[in-house]
Structure formats: structure tokens, C-alpha cells
């Protein structure tokens, strides 16, 4: 590729980057996302450099209006002056290639604005979990200097939700007359928001469902649909990152097509973003790190097992627990047992 | 608890389970969704018996009717004399508690039939992984003598999707008219697609969704979207378990609330099976096998971490990357030589 030939080793990448050059911003990020060396040379500078940014999770189920939400968003932050990236983890989004074509035309307005990043991610096929790489990702997107970062997920996927509950600040969407369908998928959503958009807001319906939803807020307490007590979940594990957040939230009205309630959410954020600065190690940063860091300690274990000397005893190991000739206990036990 | 105090120990509980107690069943799928001691010991002595099962992954868009299907399915399969397990995880499902009446009616219709056994699990907070937990189920369900067990997962998150393509024989659901928005959903599900339902069948358009599908298999050629020839992706990972099905799929019609069309889907299931067969050592079960594997190597290096001798410094390690003071990679170095 001729854009290859520009950069010949990922030093001259992360400078170009950090001197603003998009196509090597573009190439870190395609890096980060495949998990190669380049991404970990990369990170490896740039992580101190970030942590400055406020990073912003959107989430809500398919039909809520995410992404004219989001472009809207764009639009206001714009013309505040502020630059903005975006990493779109969402399927139906017309960044990542679905969707509604208003949206898509709406998007590439700000394909020649420097100051406006948008970068789509597959939401299936990251071999080190969707939020790590998300989180590595932006990042990325921090250290470049920018200092909104939207990330907007489908809210109806446990890899996806977890993306948007690992933000500084989350911001769940609903929309009016959803149907009964997405009841439960609102409920679990509503444990890990901080802001709750009812989107839509020009049609009928829309004060009734902000309503309805302060109410579920109450209902639900913030505190998980499943409390069997015998939970032991695994400490640091990546599902600590869609941890139940302590403030309740509050709950706004935008029209997302017309930018009706966009700037106040905007100022919304803001505050939120104020309450949390002091927290450098808040919860949602310490879910972040590890997730990030529990990521890379698997990847080493899975190449520790794949080397040459020990990847047929590996795989030999794998057959067996694919016949059920051995169990996955015995199994991961003889596999660390070869590390030794 | 009152059933707390029928089992003493594990064993008794595994005892139990394999006489047919159906209470003891659920306690074991109880401690496997929460990973807890007694989740392992039953493993270890049920894994080995389980691998004998047909293990079936539906999936699809919110509104093509999945959990209708898995009620009329389960008649079908009753009416045939055979039992039946359901493990659903999906937000929307009746079964996890959102959703139509009418399903949950239906559903109830089984509560009293023995050789049914109906599991629900929560889509979210799985420390170890929606894949690994739901596929350890599996086999607890396998080894107790279900035949058949039928997965219900929603289509529009990146582990749900990998827990249907994890499943011997993957059932991706369409329904006609269900706009543009779940276009880009259609495309990466056809990727792990064994066969092809579209429901709701009585509705108009449905032969024509059923005809433009098939374009579509030929389109996406059964190759991932993404292809950039930079990917490494880390062997083994869990990622793994959706990757692209080497047959063409076939593509049936099927109109769930009459019951039109369920039992040539079952026919049709039957003879996928048939064909898959002799690899006991099939791309699904390896998948499976490998994605519990990895959980659980991943469930001993986090415990190792935490272990009080190495608590603290992880702990600390942890914040000094949330405050990006370092970065995720020195972390993940630095934590593995604590270790030794």
C-alpha cells in the first residue's frame, strides 16, 4: 500500500499522529483494533499521554436514534469550537456501514473537518474482547489530543453494553413506543447510565416514557435484576466494567433530528464530567485499566501455549476437551503444568 | 435455603443430577453461571460424560420471533417423543423475563413435562464470558441426557452471536419487512449461519426476503466483511468460535405461531447433524473446547493475582495504569513477573 511506504516503522507512525497526521492516527487504530506489534508500540507511548480526555459511552437499543444522536452531538460540539472523535461500535450505525442514508450524508460533512475524527469498529471478531480494544482505541484518540471522545454501542450486547458502562460518563437512549420488546433491554441499560436520553422527544409519547423511566429508576434501585447471592464474580474481571453506577441519573429530552435538547445534554455531560474529575482511579478508569490489562495478559498466555515448542501439546490438549475425553479443568491444568 | 439442605456436597448434587432431579440440575447450572467450587467439581465429572448432544444455536435481529420458534420447536420435538433442554440468553425472551405474554403462556404449557427443562441466562455480568459459561451448561445438560439443547441468543451483540456459533448447528432467524437498520445485522449473522429461517412467514414478503437472503449468502460469500490482510488474530481466542461456516447454508420458511414450516426445520437440523457427525473434532466443538479452556486459565491467573501475597500490587498496579501513569503493557509484564 502506498500509505505504508510513508511510514516505515511505528515511531515515524506515532509521530506523524501526535503531529496530527490522520492517516497515521487511522493506521494506529487499524493496528489496535487487529492486536499487532505495531499496535503495542504504539500504546506503549501513547497510553501515558492520555487519560486526559472525557471519554463518553452512548447506548441504547436498535431504533433509539444512536447515531443521528450522535451526529447531532457532533454538530453542537463543532460549533462550541471543541474538536470530537467518535468510535462507532455499532452494527446498525451508518458509520460501520448500515443504516439510514440521511445520517451517513450527515456524517460526511465533517469528512474534511480536521477537528472531527470518526473511526468504525467491527463489533464482532476481536480476538481480545470488544472493550479492550475499544479502550485502547480511544486511547489512542486522547494522547492525539482530543478531548470528547463519543463511543457509541448497540445496547444489546453484553460485550457492547460493557463498552459504554467502561466511559467516564454513559449515556443510555430510549426512545417513545418501543414495544414491550425492549422493556427488559431498558431495565438492564438503565443499571450502568449516568444520563438517560429519551430521544425522539417530537413524538407523541416522549414526556410519558421520560416519566416512565424515572419511575423504572426507582424500580430498579440501580441494583442488578439477578442478586442470588452466591455470586463470586472473578475479581478484575472484565464484567466489573458494566458495574451498576452510585449517583442516580438524570433523565433528559432530546429531538435528535432537529438538535432539540442537544445542548443541554451537551452541558449535561459537562457537569457530570465536573462531579467525576477529581477521580483519576473512579471506577469506570480502574474497569478500563483492567480490562486493558487483563486483555494483554491473555493474549501472552494464548502465545506462551502457541510457541513451537509447546503448540502440538496444546492442541492435542484442545482435541481432547472438544471429545470429551478430558475436562477443561484438567485441561488448563496440564497446560499450565507444560508453562512450567 | 430449603434446597440448600437436600445436598451436602457436590457429589451428592452430581448424584442427584444424574437420577433426573431436576432441582439439583438447576443448582448445578446456578454455581456454573456464578463459576463457584461446586460448578467445578460437577465439571470435572460431567464433561466427560457430555459430547453425545446436538447442541442447536438460534439467533437473530430483536423482532424475528426467536423465542416463538424455540415454543413452537419444543412442541415439535415433544410431539416426537424426544426431550428437549433450552438454554436462552436473551434480554427479550419471555423466558428471561421480557417480552410477549403469549410466549410466556406457551412456555409455562412445559413446567410440568420432565423430559423440557427450560434455562435462562442473564446476558450480562458473566465474569468468565457469555460463551464459556453457556457452553459449560451445554454440557451439563448433555451429560444429564439431553439429546437436544437449543441456545436462544439475541443477534446484535459480539458474544451472543458467539455463543449461537459455538453450537454444532447454527439457526440464524430473519423476518420479513424489518427495515433497513437490521441490514448490517443480517450480513455479519449470515456469516455463521448453518440454515437460514425466515419466520413470520404468513406475512407478505416473506418468499421475497427468503429469495433477496440467498443473494445475500452468495454477496457475502460466506467471508467476513473485514478483511484487511493485516489481522493476527490471537490464536485461540474465543473470537475464534464465530468464525465463518464452510457449508452453504440452506434457507427454509417457517410461521412460528401456526407452527408452518418447524418440523422441516427439525428435518433439517437432523440432517446437518447427520452430516457433521463423524468429526467429533469439528471447528464448533474445538471452538467450544478452547473458549472454556481459555476461561478457565484466565479465572487461575486473576486468582493468582489477587491471592493475598500478590493483592496489593496488583491492586496498585492497576490504579498507576487508570491514572496512566503506565501503560497497560509494562503493567501486564510487571504483574507476570510478581508471579514468578
Redesign the interface.
Known amino acids: 500500500m502506498a500509505a505504508g511506504a510513508r511510514f516505515s516503522n511505528p515511531t515515524e507512525l506515532v509521530d506523524a499522529a501526535l503531529a496530527g497526521d490522520r492517516l497515521a492516527l487511522a493506521r494506529i487504530l ?2 489496535v483494533e ?3 506489534p505495531v499496535a ?1 508500540a504504539a ?3 501513547l ?5 486526559k480526555a472525557h471519554l463518553v459511552g452512548i447506548t441504547g ?3 433509539s436514534g444512536k447515531s443521528t444522536l450522535v451526529a447531532a452531538m457532533i454538530g453542537a460540539v463543532r460549533a462550541a469550537g471543541r474538536p470530537v472523535a467518535v468510535v462507532a461500535v455499532d ?2 450505525s451508518p458509520i ?5 442514508l440521511g445520517d451517513r450524508v450527515r456524517m460526511q460533512a465533517y469528512t474534511s473537518d480536521r477537528d472531527v475524527f470518526i473511526r468504525s469498529m ?7 474482547g ?1 472493550a479492550p480494544t475499544s479502550m ?1 482505541a480511544a ?1 489512542v484518540l486522547d494522547a492525539v489530543g482530543f478531548d470528547l471522545i463519543l463511543v457509541e454501542t ?1 445496547g ?7 463498552v459504554a458502562a467502561a466511559a467516564d460518563t454513559t449515556v443510555v437512549l430510549e426512545a417513545p413506543e418501543m414495544g ?6 431498558k431495565a ?1 441499560l438503565l443499571e450502568v447510565a449516568d444520563i438517560v436520553v429519551v430521544n425522539k422527544g417530537d413524538r407523541p409519547g416522549a414526556a410519558r416514557t421520560a416519566s416512565q423511566l424515572r419511575a423504572m429508576l426507582v424500580a430498579v434501585g440501580r441494583v ?3 442478586s ?1 447471592g ?11 466494567a ?1 458495574r451498576p453506577r452510585p449517583k442516580e441519573p438524570e433523565v433528559m429530552v432530546t429531538t435528535a433530528t432537529t438538535g432539540a435538547g442537544v445542548p443541554e445534554l451537551l452541558e449535561a455531560l459537562d457537569r457530570h464530567r465536573a462531579r467525576g474529575r477529581d477521580a ?3 471506577p469506570a ?2 474497569a ?3 480490562a ?3 486483555a ?8 506462551d ?2 510457541e513451537p515448542a509447546n503448540r502440538a501439546a ?1 492442541d492435542a ?3 481432547e ?12 491444568e496440564r ?2 503444568a507444560e508453562l512450567r
Chains 1, 2 share one sequence.
Not at 460501520?96 to 439510514?100: E, F, K
Not at 452466591?230 to 466489573?240: I, K, T
Not at 476437551?321 to 488448563?332: C, G, K, T
Request: glycine share 12%.
Open positions: 487499524t493496528a487487529n492486536r499487532t503495542e500504546l506503549r507511548r497510553y501515558p499521554m492520555a487519560g437499543p436498535p431504533g452494527p446498525s460501520t456501514g448500515g443504516a439510514l467491527a463489533a464482532r471478531g476481536h480476538a481480545g470488544l485502547a486511547a448497540v444489546t450486547g453484553q460485550s457492547e453494553v460493557e414491550d420488546e425492549v422493556q427488559a433491554i438492564g442488578g435484576v439477578r442470588t452466591h455470586a463470586r464474580p472473578a475479581p478484575g474481571a472484565a464484567g466489573g458494566a483519576g482511579d473512579s478508569r480502574l478500563r485499566a483492567e486493558q490489562v487483563w494483554i495478559l491473555a493474549d501472552r498466555l494464548r502465545a501455549l502457541h496444546t490438549t484442545m482435541r476437551v472438544a471429545a470429551h475425553r478430558l475436562d477443561p479443568f484438567s485441561a488448563a497446560l499450565l
